[in-house]
């Protein structure tokens, strides 16, 4: 849907499912800047370098403020009896850009909404741009769980992903983190990238257990349209993506890290696990209330907010969403508001995904012929009571196939 500069989409928020309200609700805040753009990345993020403004970090922060401050009001005017944020995740884009700036923002959230005691509160972060004061600043602002783009331990591949940190970094900067006080820690890592070789994925799972962080996240590199990288893709720079290279490199990934005492919780997603033999305490709470059903609240320019049945999306552009803010609009630019059968399909897309299962409950008849074959095809396996269809190892490379078929039973 195109809109101009001072247009704003209604969202019916009345339309929500207040039966789900009981679930933890989360709050997803985007950070839309980067020093620079990386070759591969999709993401709505905008370079710094060739920003305009003078300050287009702290112009954006006093924005963001203004949008949670009219979330509020909303919800008030909505009389949307929702819970205490349980969980807040800070991402981007570059969040550590932000600096000392991030506490602005968690304090208007904490005013405005109000934040549970116990809440899990994530900051992404690149190595280049922390510090010892960084995190030490973080860490009494209430940021629970730090989230470092790592990709990486080899120069050769983070020069191919254009990332501008070198390995040394960070490893320094987890190092900085656990000295400031942070109990959880997540490494991000891609597998993939043409011409790694096993070696390099070896070293780069090496040099991430010997910083003793609790989860690992692991994703395979997708060349998307229009980025740098599949530019030099078509040009034959370098070669494409080899899936079934990717799908060994999984496999060995998993297995590296099974063996150090991590546990898959997520396809993507790895923790450790802890004294109590199970890795609750290192999973990521906020994309768990992604995976099962949860509902959040989205702040920044291209962030997705969902409550109830009802997502919605914030204005790309930071300039054109300051503009409708300035003028008083919330700044949503696309909803829908999802039918029961739309949420039974999401249902089976993102729970499959994760380690409990998809619950059979949630299968028609048909759905369950095809989660038998599956059984049957060693893709899958029923676990506990009532029964939950659970991926295999080698289901999980399998897992969109498995999706579709269930999908069109």
């Known amino acids: 849907m195109t809109i101009s500069s001072f247009e704003s989409v209604t969202v019916p928020w009345q339309k929500a499912d207040t039966a789900t309200f009981d679930r933890p609700f989360g709050f997803y805040i985007h950070v839309p800047f980067c020093t620079s753009r990386c070759g591969y ?85 690149n190595p280049e741009s922390t510090s010892p004061e960084l995190f030490d600043n973080w860490r009494e602002a209430g940021v629970t769980r730090l989230s470092l783009g790592m990709q990486s331990s080899e120069p050769r591949i983070l020069g191919l992903l254009d990332r501008r940190h070198t390995p040394a970094r960070a490893t320094a900067a987890i190092k900085e983190a656990i000295a400031a006080g942070f109990e959880h820690l997540n490494l991000d890592i891609i597998y993939g990238t043409p011409g790694e070789s096993s070696d390099e994925v070896a070293r780069t799972l090496e040099t991430v257990l010997e910083t003793e962080v609790d989860h690992v996240s692991a994703y395979a590199l997708t060349v998307e349209p229009g980025t740098a990288l599949s530019r030099k893709v078509r040009r034959g720079e370098i070669p494409p993506v080899d899936e079934d290279l990717q799908a060994s490199r999984y496999l060995a990934i998993d297995k590296i890290l099974y063996s150090a005492g991590f546990r898959w919780y997520e396809i993507s997603n790895w923790a450790k696990l802890g004294e109590d033999g199970t890795n609750q305490a290192a999973r990521c709470r906020h994309n768990m209330g992604y995976w099962t059903g949860g509902n959040w609240w989205a702040v920044g320019p291209g962030a997705h907010g969902y409550l109830g049945g009802v997502r919605w999306s914030i204005r790309k552009n930071p300039r054109r969403y300051a503009e409708l803010m300035e003028a008083g609009h919330y700044p949503a630019d696309w909803c829908e508001v999802l039918s029961p059968e739309e949420r039974q399909e999401e249902t089976i897309m993102l729970q499959l995904r994760v380690a409990e299962g998809l619950p059979e409950t949630v299968l028609n008849w048909q759905q369950r012929e095809v989660a038998e074959q599956a059984v049957e095809d060693g893709l899958a396996k029923w676990k506990g009571e009532p029964r939950a269809l659970v991926l295999t190892r080698r289901g999980r490379l399998l897992a969109d196939g498995i999706v579709t078929n269930l999908l069109v039973a």
Not at 65 to 71: A, F, L
């Open 41 to 125: 990345c999709d993401f709505n993020t905008y370079a710094l370098e060739t920003y305009p403004g003078d300050d287009p970090i702290g112009d954006w922060v006093q924005t963001a403020q203004q949008e949670i401050r009219k979330s509020a009001e909303i919800i008030d005017r909505n009389e949307l009896e929702i819970p205490a944020v349980d969980t807040i995740f800070v991402g981007g884009g570059t969040p550590s850009l932000l600096g000392e700036r991030l506490v602005p923002l968690l304090d208007t959230v904490r005013s405005e909404f109000g934040v549970a005691k116990d809440a899990e509160i994530t900051a992404e972060a």
